[in-house]
């Protein structure tokens, strides 16, 4: 009976005993601790510094004239930047209706239609497609040529003929203002 009248004695108006309140502290203390020890290992699986730096580009697309193109690096792969001039924007357009291995319109592949931006990879086996420098073979639709197994691409980067299963990669991109663009 004695233990009775202990318990009774123990309990608070709301009917809680300090042993109630001994284990409710004691785990949240606990799970502070296993919070604690874990997050040093979630922390580290977020990307560090260096790789966070290689996700974005920025391009100063001001020094870029009409018909000219330039390569960048962006997550370790080419980017062609192209300045596409009036003939090739409207050879893009009318191939629109072509017969096209990957169907896209030069409008879903372009936020500008002056500016083209590609991820330089052919989409067979990786290679880098020729036609960003002035007298590398354009192909036969007047985009880029890989040489390796004869895949061509037209003014938009579309697969034309070749191998190649789908377009060239149109990277993330936002154009910053007039003369600034950022990939990724």
Same mark, same amino acid.
């Given at each position: 009976m004695a233990d009775t009248a202990t318990n009774v004695e123990n309990k608070t108006e709301g009917g809680e005993s300090r042993r109630d309140f #001994? #284990? #409710?502290a004691t785990s $949240? $203390?606990?799970a502070a601790g296993v919070a604690g !020890?874990?997050?040093p290992f979630v922390d580290s699986m977020n990307p560090a510094a260096d790789v966070l730096a290689l996700s974005t580009t920025e391009v100063d697309i001001s020094q870029i004239e009409e018909g000219q193109s330039v390569t960048v690096v962006w997550r370790?792969?080419?980017v062609f930047v192209r300045h596409r001039t009036q003939e090739e924007i409207e050879q893009a357009a009318?191939?629109?209706a072509a017969a096209l291995v990957d169907v896209q319109t030069d409008a879903d592949r372009v936020q500008k239609a002056e500016w083209l931006i #590609? $991820?330089?990879v052919c989409t067979h086996l990786g290679c880098v497609p020729l036609g960003q420098k002035p007298g590398d073979p354009r192909g036969e639709f007047g985009g880029w040529f890989c040489p390796c197994h004869g895949s061509h691409y037209d003014t938009s980067g579309r697969i034309r003929k070749g191998p190649a299963p789908k377009n060239l990669a149109v990277p993330?991109? !936002?154009f910053l203002d007039?003369?600034?663009v950022k990939i990724g």
């Open positions: #001994l #284990l #409710l $949240v $203390v606990g !020890a874990i997050w370790g792969k080419p009318t191939d629109d #590609l $991820v330089g993330p991109y !936002a007039d003369e600034h």
